[in-house]
């Protein structure tokens, strides 16, 4: 099964990925800062990361760059609620970057596109 | 015989003190004194200075109707030695050779026995001799002799009287004569006539036929003035011949006299008198054949030269004043025209003065040539330089016309009859235009050397140009250039093809004083459309900063709005469909589980289209110090270049904050320094450079990164920007054409130094905000839509 890590602040976006992700048959792991998320990384052996930019303690950009750091080959989704921090490239070492919709089919497409193997 | 010489005095007395005419006493004396003394014959010889003669002038018996003509030299016979010793002497014709000394007596009375002689003289002076003929041999007793000679001394005194009674007449009718030249000549300040007078008086009074003045210019040799009296002989010597022949002794002129003969033989005297004027100014009065009453040409004798000088020397006054009062009144003629023409020029700069339009100051510039109450030329034409340089435009012509009855000329010169602004026109349909060039005719040649031209005949000057010619048709015309701070912007040409009135220096002077006025009204139009140009071009700009500050305020209020709203309605959106999911299809919550969703939706949509799109274009564009970019670019790849014992030289300038997109501008840094990094696997140095640099456009910011990676393949090089081109294995090939192209969205510059065996440098170049105006037809701040798609 493969083992996914939502991290991201608001409680109810958390509790809104896990369920959907669950059902599409991934482990799912939580965190709601960016501390939090790094200790996950750590501790559990991920498949891929769903990460949100604008976080308390540390903002997703930096955890991405410690991510891709020691993990290079981690897949990572941005998932915010800024469309803006595309420019930043500081982003740009993220697999795929999504703006944050109601709608969470692209979301799961581009979880399966880096999970396909 | 008794002598009764009281008796004989008191009648000499009575004679000498009578009123009879000064001839008559003499004749009257020799009478008394032959009555008195009993001698036959007396006779009175008087004395010629100047030929040294005595000649018989009167004689006490009737000697005939004609007087014989009886002279002695001095020294000769008994009167000539008589006035020689100055002493009684008295002969007897039986003594050796007197008769043959006193011969010329044998005419009168040639049986005289005895002679006697007595000087008539007194202290100073002899006046002549009295000769006492006696046919009688006599003797003279001393008392006889002594009475005779008081008796020559009355008589001498009496004609000493005499002569000086003529001389004083004499004097006083000279004194008369020059008194009425001294009226004549201070009469009148009229140069002409005065000269009039002055020959025809020097005439009248010297009795002479003709007589010239005439008054030369010594360095022009130009005859200044000159006036002729009466008739002046044909072939005689014309003035200069005259001034020729005067002895000129200290370089001054002398009086002349001379005389010639003529084609008949007739003999004619003339006389020269110089006018010593001031200056370089000459002057000579001439008269020509002085006659006597009985109309014989006569010669000019010293006296009469020395009347005439003094007429001259008082003539001279008058006419140097006449001559200073000539040219005082031509000098205010003069200064009355220039008055005239600076009022006309004032009120023409006046009005010029009253627009910065160009059209309206083209307009007013040929009416003002062609009025007829202004600088009234029959043609004129303005031609301006256009943009180019390179060529003459015309660009206005008028032909000259009356102005509006009534109408004071500042009116004049911007309507027209019927109150209207006049119309523009140019000559033909096609307006002349002249290439500005050497070999293109005065015209250009006016630009070329920046001066006026009077050309007098067009049609025979080399240097007109054709269409010119055309135009002027072979006449007379002035060309002057528009000449304002060191400037020429245009010609002005005008003629007077109809009138034919000749141009004076003065034109020229005046229509270049005309022009050099107009040359500032249209250098001050040109400005003022400059600065209007420059003033909208700025407020522009300023409106666009002012647009992109609002609406960068608004887009981050909008971005923070955003995501507020945007995670809320994620969650709800999300949890109804989750909710959607689970409900029956025929349940009734569906229907409302629907509609949250569809009202999420249609939230988020709003949303993507209002701040995604904003969010995106307003980026994040302000004044950046661009080492401290340098800087927080290379924190983020540092780690990459101690990894491969990449060594970093900063050589950082201070410099002028740069308006970018920090973002994106980190993202150009990151990846030359990338580019650097993965040319020296095997470690190196990496130099950065920032540096401010000129060019043509303005300043700016230039950052230079070099590496030691020992460069590429020269033919790999114009490649290097080609978008997924790589010489890398890790490499995207994205890096580097991302750079050149965020680059170019701020108006810069990525330039390539590729030194193969030693590495590559890249130069970023950066307008510098306050230099960088951004050009028209570009929007600012640059739309950010590329990396993304």
Known sequence: MKRILVADDEMSIRLLYSEELREEGYEVFTASNG??????????????????????????????????????????????????????????????????????????????????? | ???????????????????????????????????????????????????????????SNSLGAERPRLEFSLGQGIVGETAQKRSPLVVSAQETGVRTRNEVLDKIFPDYQTLAGFPVADDNFLYGVLLLIDKDPRTYSEYQQETILIACRMLAGNIRQALL????????????????????????????????????????????????????????????????????????????????????????????????????????????????????????????DKMTPNYRFQQFDSENIQLLQTLAGMATGS?????????????????????????????????????????????????????????????????????????????????????????????????????NAPASATIGNEPIRVPLKDDQGIIARTVLFRKPFHIVRADRHPQVNQAIRNILTGKEFLSVPLLAKDEVTGVIVVDNHLSQRPFKDEDLHFLTMFANQAALAIENSRLVATIEASSHELTLIRERMLESDRLAAMSSMAEGLAHEIRNPLVSIGGFARRIDKVVAPDDPLRQYVDVIIYEVGRL??????????????????????????????????????????????????????????????????????????????????????TFPLEKSDGLYAAIAVSDTGGGIAPELVFNIFNPFFTTKEQGTGLGLSIAQRIVARHYGDIEINN???????????????????????????????????
Request: hydrophobic share 45%; net charge negative.
């Open chain 1, 35 to 117: 501390i939090e998320a790094l200790e996950v990384v750590d501790k559990e052996p991920l498949d891929l990361i769903i990460l949100d930019i604008k976080m308390p303690e540390m903002s997703g950009i930096e955890v991405l760059r410690q991510i891709k750091e020691k993990y290079p080959n981690l897949p990572v989704l941005l998932s915010s609620a800024y469309s803006e921090y595309k420019q930043d490239f500081g982003t740009w070492a993220s697999e795929e970057y999504l703006v944050k919709s109601s709608d969470l089919e692209d979301l799961k497409a581009a979880v399966r596109k880096h999970l396909k193997d």
């Open chain 2, 1 to 59: 015989m008794t002598l009764n010489r009281l008796s004989f005095l008191t009648q000499l007395i009575n004679l000498f003190t009578s009123a009879v005419a000064y001839h008559e006493r003499v004749d009257s004396f020799v009478y008394l004194l032959s009555r008195n003394l009993k001698v036959d014959l007396t006779l009175f010889f008087s004395l010629d200075k100047t030929r040294g003669t005595l000649s018989l002038s009167a004689g």
């Open chain 2, 165 to 288: 009674h003529e001389e004083a007449k004499k004097r006083i009718a000279e004194l008369a004569v020059l008194f009425d030249v001294a009226k004549s000549v201070v009469s009148t300040m009229e140069l002409q006539a005065l000269l009039e007078r002055v020959v025809s008086i020097s005439a009248k009074v010297m009795n002479a036929r003709g007589a010239i003045l005439r008054i030369i210019d010594e360095v022009s040799q130009q005859v200044q003035v000159s006036s002729e009296y009466g008739i002046i002989p044909k072939g005689f010597p014309g003035m200069d011949d005259i001034a020729g022949q005067a002895p000129t002794a200290s370089g001054e002129l002398t009086s002349v006299t001379a005389e010639i003969r003529d084609a008949e033989g007739q003999k004619h005297y003339y006389a020269g008198i110089p006018l010593n004027l001031k200056g370089h100014l000459k002057g000579m009065l001439c008269l020509y």
């Open chain 2, 319 to 419: 006419i140097e004043n006449a001559l200073a009062f000539q040219q005082i009144e031509s000098l205010a003629a003069r200064n009355e025209r220039m008055v005239n023409v600076l009022t006309v020029l004032h009120d023409i700069s006046s009005v010029l003065m009253t627009t910065i339009d160009l059209d309206a100051i083209l307009t007013i510039l040929v009416r003002a040539l062609t009025l007829t109450n202004a600088m009234a030329y029959d043609r004129a034409m303005v031609f301006l330089i256009d943009k180019s340089g390179e060529t003459l435009t015309e660009v206005r012509h008028a032909c000259q016309v009356n102005p509006p009855p009534g109408v004071p000329l500042q009116h004049a010169l911007i309507m027209d009859h019927h109150g």
């Open chain 2, 604 to 689: 988020e949509t709003i949303l993507r289209q209002m701040f995604d799109y904003t969010g995106e274009t307003l980026g994040h564009f302000q004044e950046h110090d661009i080492n401290a970019l340098v800087a927080d670019s290379l924190t983020l790849i540092q780690r990459e270049l101690d990894k491969h014992n990449i060594r970093v030289v900063r050589e950082l300038a201070e410099m002028s904050p740069v308006y970018c997109d920090e973002r994106q501008i980190k993202l150009v840094f990151y990846n030359i320094f990338q580019n650097a990094q993965q040319a020296m696997e095997h470690g190196g140095v990496m130099t950065i450079r």
């Open chain 2, 755 to 789: 030194e193969l065996g030693k590495g590559i440098t890249f130069t970023v170049t950066l307008p510098i905000a306050k230099y960088c105006l951004i050009p028209q037809g570009k929007t600012a701040p640059p739309a950010t839509d590329a990396e993304e798609d």
